[in-house]
């Protein structure tokens, strides 16, 4: 089996495609590694060199080397859809093309983080960035197999999820892995506010303020049923109030 990845710079190709290619025990190629071993340099320097259409070209005849191969895990620039001599090999019939997907504010957190040095990082401001973005979102479509959600998942999360996709595949993948996303963010937005609630804990103790305040509770409630009245059952909202609100109040008296 040939799987290319796709996907904006930052998502994660590399390291999911390393972890997916030992899971599949098939062989993993990093397109820009094998870029770079050819040309004798590094990307940024040699992108900045020899300009974008030579880039290009050189990366389009070591895709089509790479796909020689059988049983390999290729992980792709993120570029690589601009090319037409590229997409035609990402549309193949022995390739199944995985776009890794996520939100901009994820890749530029991430590539803040690590601070490497990308050419076209370089080249653009934050609008423009977002620019590229969006329209390269547009691309990946339209190329992809499959696309997975990446936000708010572990290399090894993503990984497993697309070898239970290559085993059991249905139609329904791409929107599961998308609500799967979701469900990660609304947990780790949980973490985030107990993490507030015990903040509000210890400026109670210091005060003496009560733990229970009923007044500002139901207050909050009002307002969150009015603000989601439209998209959300009025239930479902207090539901979730109430769960918090225990949980909250528990986590509260434990520290008084």
């Not at 390999?72 to 037409?84: D, K, L, Y």
């Not at 997975?148 to 239970?164: L, Q, S």
Request: charged fraction near 20%; include cysteine; aromatic fraction near 6%.
């Amino acid at each position: 089996m040939k799987i290319l990845l796709i996907g904006f710079m930052g998502v994660g190709k590399t390291t999911v495609g390393q972890k997916l290619a030992h899971a599949l025990g098939q062989r993993f190629i990093d397109l820009d590694q094998a870029i770079a071993a050819h040309v004798g340099q590094p990307i940024p320097s040699f992108f900045t060199q020899v300009g974008e259409p030579t880039f290009r070209e050189i990366e389009a005849n070591l895709l089509e080397r790479a796909l020689e191969q059988e049983d390999v895990v290729i992980s792709t620039g993120g570029g690589v859809i601009e090319t037409p001599s590229c997409v035609t090999l990402l549309n193949r019939a022995d390739v199944y093309t995985i776009w890794l997907n996520s939100e901009f504010s994820t890749v530029t957190d991430r590539l803040l983080a690590t601070g490497e040095v990308r050419p076209l990082m370089l080249r653009h401001s934050l609008a423009s960035f977002f620019t590229l973005w969006q329209e390269r979102q547009t691309k990946y479509a339209r190329t992809a197999d499959l696309m997975v959600a990446t936000d708010f998942k572990t290399p090894a999360e993503i990984c497993d999820e697309i070898v239970r996709h290559v085993a059991d595949a249905t139609v329904l993948d791409t929107t599961r892995s998308q609500i799967d996303a979701i469900d990660r963010q609304i947990l780790q937005a949980m973490v985030a506010r107990l993490a507030l609630v015990d903040k509000v804990a210890n400026i109670k103790a210091k005060h003496h303020l009560a733990v229970v305040q009923p007044g500002r509770m139901a207050a909050m409630q009002e307002r969150l049923q009015a603000r989601f009245a439209s998209t959300l059952p009025s239930q479902l909202v207090s539901d979730y109030l109430k769960l918090m609100t225990e949980t909250a109040i528990q986590r509260e008296e434990a520290q008084i």
